[in-house]
């Protein structure tokens, strides 16, 4: 299995692709406004099979491409706790490029937390983590030594907590006990900026750490 980065839209929004090269197929965390044309040469040369779409959260710059997707029947995964920002992506226009438009979306599998899903014979461990969003929720995978966190964490820096639905307090728990209390070495890859590691975080971030 090969995570393929791509830094999509104005917030350079970071998609991964999760793909199985044997099996011409793989999976999507994150669908933002131009990642359908990014992946169209690719899924056309590949003859890629996209057999879901992961969600962390429901804000607009993670969420743009979702609903042509779904037209084309890919499964879409997320939390019902974001439900109201994926049925109408529009409320948060105040926050949006002037002209934007996002199409409503609706969610195929409601992930819970806990729960394990299996794409491509990968074991998905979903780990609601609210704070940034009320829905926002974690991908671990064990044989990949990751974890996908949407906005919840960056290197050196966390996820805003001021838009609605946002809690510091809900934020820093869920750090706490869901991403530190995972191995040290695994993996952070996050909705913006590069990569880091639970060691690093827990150790040097300057607003959730630990002594």
Not at 95 to 124: A, R
Not at 179 to 187: F, G, K, N, S, V
Request: proline residues 7%; charged residues 20%; hydrophobic residues 35%.
């Amino acid at each position: 299995m090969k995570i393929e980065t791509y830094k999509v839209g104005l917030l350079q929004t970071n998609t991964y692709l999760l793909l199985d090269k044997e099996r011409e197929a793989g999976f999507l965390i994150e669908a933002p406004q131009g990642i359908r044309k990014e992946l169209g040469s690719l899924i056309q040369s590949r003859k890629l099979q996209l057999k879901g779409i992961l969600i962390t959260h429901g804000h607009w710059d993670h969420v743009g491409d979702v609903a042509y997707f779904q037209e084309e029947n890919v499964t879409i995964y997320a939390h019902e706790g974001d439900l109201h920002l994926l049925k109408n992506p529009m409320i948060a226009a105040d926050y949006m490029p002037p002209g934007m438009s996002i199409p409503p979306i609706t969610i195929d599998h409601s992930l819970k937390d806990g729960e394990v899903l299996n794409l491509l014979d990968q074991e998905i461990h979903v780990l609601h983590t609210p704070g940034h969003t009320p829905g926002n929720v974690s991908f671990y995978i064990p044989s990949l030594n990751c974890v996908f966190v949407g906005d919840l964490l960056f290197a050196g820096s966390v996820g805003r907590t001021d838009f609605p639905g946002g809690s510091f307090s809900l934020l820093e728990k869920s750090i706490k006990e869901k991403i530190y209390t995972l191995p040290d070495e695994t993996i952070i890859y996050p909705g913006h900026g590069p990569s880091t590691t639970v060691k690093r975080e827990k150790h040097h971030n300057p607003y959730v750490f630990e002594n």
